[in-house]
């Protein structure tokens, strides 16, 4: 992408993200959405072809760097020197806490946002799941295990706990821990 072409991107994602703070997803238009980015329709569907693929997009932009497989100093948290399974959890939910717009959780667009993040979890404890000699399917461990996550998520937004991201992470440990392993 040029520089041009990012600028665009950049200010019809910012305007997105406003947009789902003053109302649901399923009452914003994509004219709302091109008005208060300030860019034409054809540019609006050059980027996305749907209003989901908006969304999607936002979700990759928000948990880009949270599923890397590689911790990093953080202004909030930092996890470089131990890089374990409690510690990913944590660094995932410091995340959550911090750029997750709640305002997804209101109506639909949630499901679409679940979605994304469930396919994204999976594949990160893919790397971290180890059934050992249980006679279990490897892949429904990993779904029941972003399903759970996706709850705890919901549970504790949803309610504006007070827990932080370290005692949420044990919650979910302590439920999920027994097949969850740094392989």
Request: aromatic share 18%; charged share 30%.
């Given at each position: 992408m040029d520089r041009r072409q990012k600028k665009s991107r950049k200010a019809i994602l910012g305007a997105f993200r406003k947009l789902l703070g003053q109302k649901s997803y399923a009452h914003i238009t994509v004219k709302e959405i091109i008005d208060e980015a300030d860019v034409g329709r054809s540019t609006f569907y050059a980027h996305f072809p749907t209003k989901?693929?908006?969304?999607?997009?936002?979700?990759?932009?928000?948990?880009?760097?949270?599923?890397?497989?590689?911790?990093?100093?953080?202004?909030?948290?930092?996890?470089?020197n131990n890089q374990n399974v409690s510690s990913y959890i944590t660094h995932i939910l410091y995340h959550v806490r911090e750029n997750f717009p709640r305002e997804l959780l209101k109506d639909e667009s949630g499901e679409?946002?679940?979605?994304?993040?469930?396919?994204?979890?999976?594949?990160?404890?893919?790397?971290m799941v180890d059934i050992g000699n249980e006679k279990i399917n490897e892949d429904y461990v990993i779904h029941q295990l972003a399903s759970s996550f996706i709850a705890t998520i919901e549970w504790w937004l949803r309610?504006?706990?007070?827990?932080?991201?370290?005692?949420?992470?044990?919650?979910?440990?302590?439920?999920?821990?027994?097949?969850?392993?740094?392989?």
């Open positions: 989901d693929d908006l969304l999607f997009a936002l979700s990759e932009e928000i948990f880009s760097h949270v599923f890397s497989h590689t911790l990093t100093k953080e202004n909030t948290h930092d996890f470089r679409i946002f679940y979605r994304y993040f469930i396919i994204r979890f999976e594949s990160i404890m893919k790397d309610g504006d706990r007070n827990e932080s991201p370290e005692e949420v992470a044990q919650f979910f440990l302590l439920m999920n821990g027994k097949f969850i392993h740094c392989k």
